[in-house]
């Protein structure tokens, strides 16, 4: 019975992708293309660890960092916000089933793998990394 409780449990990184519901920028704008783009890295690096590529994460751990459908919100602020920092990290909010990625942080696939890994290793407790 067991057994069965934790195959029923696994998910995979198409469970993840289809799961999303983005907060896109208005249409054209150069915020929808680095929107895009994240939407991209993220679904990369999820279809990654679905292959066992011997990276510290898995589709299972960040499924433990995100529940439910999820509202993805692309942080375009956080420069003007707080203008002297060096980085920041996705956020997951648990109670309203949203992730907030930093877009000044994730220009390419790497910086969105360093990023994200920090996030969800480190961010496990209900506070900001």
């Given amino acids: 019975m067991l057994q069965q ?30 929107g895009t783009e994240i939407l991209d890295f993220f679904q990369d690096s999820l279809q990654e660890l679905d292959e066992d590529t011997g990276e510290p994460l898995s589709v299972p751990s960040v499924m433990q960092w995100q529940t439910g459908q999820i509202v993805v919100i692309l942080d375009h602020t956080c420069l003007q916000r ?8 996705p956020v997951v909010r ?23 890994e920090t996030a969800i290793k480190y961010g496990a407790r209900f506070d900001r990394v």
Avoid: Q, W
């Avoid at 707080?82 to 990290?89: A, G, I, L, R, W």
């Avoid at 648990?94 to 994200?116: E, G, Q, V, Y």
């Fill in 5 to 34: 409780l934790r195959e029923g449990l696994e998910v995979d990184a198409h469970y993840i992708i289809s799961n999303l519901a983005p907060e896109m920028s208005e249409r054209g704008s150069p915020k929808t293309k680095e």
């Fill in 82 to 89: 707080m203008p002297n920092h060096t980085v920041c990290y």
């Fill in 94 to 116: 648990a109670c309203t089933n949203t992730i907030t990625f930093p877009t000044a942080h994730l220009r390419d696939d790497d910086a969105f793998k360093s990023n994200i």
